[in-house]
Antibody
């Protein structure tokens, strides 16, 4: 069964750091682009970052550039999001997703992990 | 950045009725547009990709049309499980962007 499982969310103070993980199973992880998408409480979806198969290409939404880093470890079938200098506006459910069945579009999603930035 | 504007924000319909949702892009996205459905507490679900192709396993009552800057998602006859929020998303340019969503509620 194709599965993505996020972890690492929690409560962190403004200015703090957190590292999210996404464990992949049921497919050949190293052959797909991976994506992080977030959703603030009661708000819509926001694309955060993408990484290509070997990690040589990375793209970010402007609001996280210089603070967040997407990475992957294909040997461990894992995707990461290192989040530094966290702000209240980073509070959201963070989803990892991939285009496993439909090339270029996010057709497989995890259930999400919640990040709360508050003092 | 390509801005996607969805309309209406809220749609109130009864089961069995036809739903028509709109997504307008601030510049051409060609056909690189998707539609997602999201229910409370759940991850989004891909419905339509490349503007008009149904994702695997999606019922035929969901259809998409359009290209360039104007797109439509149509649900031909609403089922009880279709009441949800719908988002469009473009992948023509970085950054990828989503519309603000249309909530389809029960009338």
């Amino acid at each position: 069964e194709v599965q993505l499982v996020e972890s690492g969310g929690g409560l962190v103070q403004p200015g703090g750091s957190l590292r999210l993980s996404c464990a992949a199973s049921g497919f050949t992880f190293g052959t797909y682009w991976m994506t992080w998408v977030r959703q603030a409480p009661g708000k819509g979806l926001e694309w955060v970052a993408n990484i290509n198969q070997d990690g040589s290409e990375k793209y970010y939404v402007d609001s996280v550039k210089g603070r967040f880093t997407i990475s992957r470890d294909n040997a461990k079938n894992s995707l990461y999001l290192q989040m530094n200098s966290l702000r209240a506006e980073d509070t959201a459910v963070y989803y990892c997703a991939s285009d496993i069945g439909v090339n270029g579009y996010m057709d497989v999603w995890g259930k999400g992990t919640t990040v709360t930035v508050s003092s | 950045e390509i801005v996607l504007t969805q309309s209406p924000v809220t749609l109130s319909l009864s089961p069995g009725e036809r739903a028509t949702l709109s997504c307008r892009a601030s510049q051409s996205v060609s056909s690189y547009l998707a539609w997602y459905q999201q229910k409370p507490g759940q991850a989004p679900r891909l419905l339509i990709y490349d503007a008009s192709n149904g994702a695997p396993g999606i019922p035929a009552r969901f259809s998409g049309s359009g290209s360039g800057t104007d797109f439509t998602l149509t649900i031909s006859s609403l089922e009880p499980e279709d009441f949800a929020v719908y988002y469009c998303q473009q992948r023509r340019n970085w950054p990828w962007t989503f519309g603000q969503g249309t909530k389809v509620g029960i009338k």
